[in-house]
T-cell receptor, first 119, second 113 residues
Framework: AQTVTQSQPEMSVQEAETVTLSCTYD???????LFWYKQPPSRQMILVIR??????QNATENRFSVNFQKAAKSFSLKISDSQLGDAAMYFC????????????????FGKGTKLSVKP | KAGVTQTPRYLIKTRGQQVTLSCSPI?????VSWYQQTPGQGLQFLFE???????NKGNFPGRFSGRQFSNSRSEMNVSTLELGDSALYLC????????????FGPGTRLLVL
C-alpha cells in the first residue's frame, strides 16, 4: 500500500521569505501523480500544484514550485516570497494512475504541515 | 464555472441517528469522491463514483454508503451514527480521465452528540 509522510507538523516563515515543506512517499508503482493541497482556516481544500511522475521537469505555479526526486521518493514544496495569505495547512497527496473503466485512483494524504507566516 | 457545492455545511446529530450529505460536482465533471477528515486519522478516502457506479471504496464500515445520480450529483449516508463519526466530510469532483485533478468542495462539518 502507498503511504505519504510529512515529517514537519508545523513550520514558520517570515513574510517575503522562502520556505520548503517536505514530503516523502512510498510506492511500488512507476506511474502516479503527486499533489500539494492547501487548506486555510475556512477548511476549503485548494489545489496548489501537481506533478506527473513520468515528467522529469519540476512543476511550477507562480511562487510555488516543487523538487521532485523520483528515485528518492521525495516531493518537496517551495514557497517563494511568502505572503500572509499562504498561512494554512498544506497536504501532500499521492494518487495512482487508475484504470480505464474502473477506479480513477483515490488520493492518499499525508498528515499535513501547518504553515504560519509572520509579518 | 461554479465550484463543487456541498450541503448542508454544518450538521448536528445524536448517536444512533442517520444522516445524508449531498455533493454537486463542477459542471461537466462525472467523477465524485468522498473523504473524511478528522484530527486523529487525518484525511481518509470513503468512496469514488462514476456513472452512478461505485468504482472504489475505502476501509469504512457498511454504515457508510453512497450513491450517484444521473446528473453526477452524489449523496453519502451514514446510518447509526457514532461519536467517532464527527468529522469534516469532503467531496471532490473530476472530469474523469486518467490524471485529472480532483477539486474539492467546502465540506460538511458533522458533529455527533
Amino acid at each position: 500500500a502507498q503511504t505519504v509522510t510529512q515529517s514537519q507538523p508545523e513550520m514558520s516563515v517570515q513574510e517575503a521569505e522562502t520556505v520548503t515543506l517536505s514530503c516523502t512517499y512510498d510506492t511500488s508503482e512507476s506511474d502516479y501523480y503527486l499533489f500539494w493541497y492547501k487548506q486555510p482556516p475556512s477548511r476549503q481544500m485548494i489545489l496548489v500544484i501537481r506533478q506527473e511522475a513520468y515528467k522529469q521537469q519540476n512543476a511550477t505555479e507562480n511562487r510555488f514550485s516543487v523538487n521532485f526526486q523520483k528515485a528518492a521518493k521525495s516531493f518537496s514544496l517551495k514557497i517563494s516570497d511568502s505572503q500572509l495569505g499562504d498561512a494554512a495547512m498544506y497536504f501532500c497527496a499521492y494518487r495512482s494512475v487508475g484504470n480505464y473503466g474502473g477506479s480513477q485512483g483515490n488520493l492518499i494524504f499525508g498528515k499535513g504541515t501547518k504553515l504560519s507566516v509572520k509579518p | 464555472k461554479a465550484g463543487v457545492t456541498q450541503t448542508p455545511r454544518y450538521l448536528i446529530k445524536t448517536r444512533g441517528q442517520q444522516v445524508t450529505l449531498s455533493c454537486s460536482p463542477i459542471s461537466g465533471h462525472r467523477s465524485v469522491s468522498w473523504y473524511q477528515q478528522t484530527p486523529g486519522q487525518g484525511l481518509q478516502f470513503l468512496f469514488e463514483y462514476f456513472s452512478e457506479t461505485q468504482r472504489n471504496k475505502g476501509n469504512f464500515p457498511g454504515r457508510f454508503s453512497g450513491r450517484q445520480f444521473s446528473n453526477s450529483r452524489s449523496e453519502m449516508n451514514v446510518s447509526t451514527l457514532e461519536l467517532g463519526d464527527s468529522a469534516l466530510y469532503l467531496c471532490a469532483s473530476s472530469f474523469r480521465a486518467r490524471g485529472e485533478t480532483q477539486y474539492f468542495g467546502p465540506g460538511t462539518r458533522l458533529l455527533v452528540l
